[in-house]
Each structure stands twice: as structure tokens, then as C-alpha cells.
């Protein structure tokens, strides 16, 4: 479970795992405004996992850096192969290096793309121009904000309790 962090404003800054959500909320640097059904007990006492908090402090304003990731690269490509632009689930694609590894490809924001498996397997070790397919998009490092990451999740990954708040700030 993952809990939803608001600034002072309530704009979603980002999201982070509960149990650091807990201890924020004991130290009362958040405040929780929503909480999931689970209950964490210790000897004396019970609490419920927190799933949106409001910071009760300024932070100060850092970029954030996406990072990468499986799930991420799929977010950044739309969940589309790209090469033949079709729409897949998590399931059916896969991350197919444009620079292929053997020939000294990084795995990075910039060489990685979503790809299905018929593509990915079509092109094999070699370079999109030396196996015939185009690439669509070339790969760069998202500049995305939580709030837009939240609004790319497929709706059945986004919790319940997140949504009044994310898309009450949407404008």
C-alpha cells in the first residue's frame, strides 16, 4: 500500500510507502486525511494505515526525477508498443533496448522502449533501421509531476481514496 502526500495547499506532491506515512503522522509533521481499513497494532495501541496525508510544514521546491522503471517505462510510452503503436497491458509488452545491449546498449531513459513481444522479437539484437521498423517516439527521461503520474495510472491501479484528491486538482 502506498500513501498519497499533499502539500499544504492539498496538491499532490508525491507518493510514498504508508508505514513512513505512519511515523510523519506520530511525529506530526502530516496530517492524515484519509486512512485504508487495514489496522497496525502495537502492544498499546492500533492505527490505520494512512492512504492520503497532508504535510503540515513548507517543503522546499526540488525537481523530481523520475525513476526508472519497468512499470515507469510503460507509463512514459502509454502503455504502446513503439513500434507498431498498438495499446498493450503490462503483461503483454516488454522493454526492448534500441541500442541493443550486445552491441554496448545502457539500460537508461534514453536506449529503453515499451515494446509488445512480436515486435520486440521481430527486431531481436539488432537496431530498429537494421531490422526495418521505425521507432515512433524517441525514448527520453519523463519530466512528470505526481500528480501526472497518478493521472496516467490505468484507473483500476489508482486506490479509491486517492481519486477526490487528485482529481479535484486537476483544473
Excluded at 513512513?20 to 506530526?28: K, Q, V, W
Excluded at 497494532?41 to 503540515?56: D, E, G, M, N, Y
Excluded at 503503436?85 to 534500441?98: G, N, P, R, S
Aim: aromatic letters at 8%; hydrophobic letters at 35%.
Amino acid at each position: 500500500m502506498k500513501t498519497l502526500v499533499l502539500d499544504q495547499g492539498y496538491v499532490p506532491v508525491k507518493v510514498i510507502a504508508w508505514h513512513r506515512a505512519l511515523c510523519m503522522s506520530l511525529i506530526e509533521k502530516v496530517e492524515v486525511l484519509a486512512s485504508y481499513d487495514r489496522e497496525v497494532r502495537t502492544v498499546t495501541r492500533s492505527f490505520q494505515a494512512p492512504a492520503v496525508v497532508r504535510l503540515l510544514g513548507t517543503i522546499r521546491a526540488r525537481p523530481q526525477l523520475v525513476r526508472f522503471s519497468r512499470r515507469n517505462v510503460y507509463l512514459r510510452d502509454n502503455h504502446r508498443c513503439q513500434y507498431c503503436q498498438k495499446i498493450f497491458t503490462d503483461a503483454e509488452l516488454t522493454l526492448d533496448h534500441v541500442v541493443p545491449r550486445v552491441s554496448g546498449g545502457k539500460t537508461s531513459w534514453t536506449n529503453v522502449v515499451a515494446a509488445c513481444g512480436s515486435c520486440n522479437r521481430r527486431k531481436g539484437g539488432r537496431t530498429p533501421e537494421q531490422a526495418g521498423l521505425a521507432l515512433r517516439t524517441p525514448p527520453k527521461r519523463p519530466q512528470w509531476s505526481p500528480l501526472s503520474v497518478a493521472q496516467r495510472l490505468p484507473e483500476h491501479d489508482l486506490p479509491e481514496l486517492w481519486r477526490d484528491w487528485i482529481f479535484s486538482n486537476t483544473g
